[in-house]
């Protein structure tokens, strides 16, 4: 039977493997930006002051003010505020970079758009510090009935009573960056990668209960207002929906100024293709036509058809 060629079927190049070395110094390079973002955009202190206020008469007239009674809570039971003043200083820088490297080991699959998806989610958020500079509630004047937990329990722990930060830099953080959370924003991206891929139920568990128990720590800290939380979620939520962009845009640019190597199509005559010049063919086990007639006299060659062996031959035996 005559073989011919599919088009189409040459070998594709495959995806580029990321690599630890490139990733890392582009995670770092977004978290750089994020950090000095926070740090230069301090914005206006009475400017970040009237917003907090607006954000906490809001919250009163719809009765969503759930940071006063959880902030009492934590101001009176230190069992239950120092861990939540561990929780809010340690497990953002934890946490999020210990599932990043878990995706990357053991879903490279998915680790390119969880981690395209959590660095325009932060991006965004760096846009808000920016464009609104808010005062977290534990700044507010004393007359608004917020205690400072970080600073109430400062002595239990490595941060100082300025800040999250450690002792000394609290002056090297902005400290009205509030809105949106990014801690509860982290914490549920942490959650979905938990959720969608821990593949146990321990995993999945964790997966709810982290950004829950963030949320109910960053307001009982009065570090956050409830719409900081709820604006950390959504900002998580626009970031997931650019990221296939992001992405697009990303490969377009690589595309650009990346060399690329082209996909190499399949040689016909390695693969046993039985086309060869001048659209003859041979059988099977020739590489040309007739070879065989070479190493056979006409006719010699057992099953040969008087059209092989000439005019004169006789049919073979059948």
Known sequence: ??????????????????RWWTELPLILLVYGFYSAGRLLARGDVSGAV???????????ALYLNFEHPLNRLFTREAWIGIPADFWYASLHYLVTPVVLVWLFRSRAVRYRAARTWLMT???????????????P???????????????????????????????GMGDMTNQYAAMPSLHVGWAL?????????????????????????TTIVVMGTANHYFLDAVAGAAVMGVGLLLAPAVMRASDRVKARFVPRVAPVAADSSAAGSSIVSAGCQTSAGERIPRQRESRFEDGAEPGASP?????GAPAAAR
């Open 1 to 18: 039977m005559q073989h011919t060629e599919t088009p189409g079927t040459e070998a594709a190049a495959p995806a580029p493997r990321l």
């Open 50 to 60: 009237d917003h907090g206020l607006t954000i906490l008469r809001f919250e009163k």
């Open 189 to 213: 991206w942490c959650g979905v990668m938990l959720w969608r891929f821990g593949g146990t139920r321990a995993a999945k568990a964790a997966g709810v209960a982290y950004p829950l128990i």
């Open 121 to 135: 989610s932060t991006l965004i958020g760096l846009v808000g510090f920016t464009l609104l500079p808010t005062c």
């Open 137 to 167: 509630p534990r700044l507010l004047d004393a007359s608004h009935g917020f205690v400072d937990t970080m600073a109430q329990y400062s002595s239990y722990g490595w941060w100082g009573g300025a800040a999250s930060a450690p002792r």
């Open 307 to 311: 059209k092989d062996a000439g005019d």
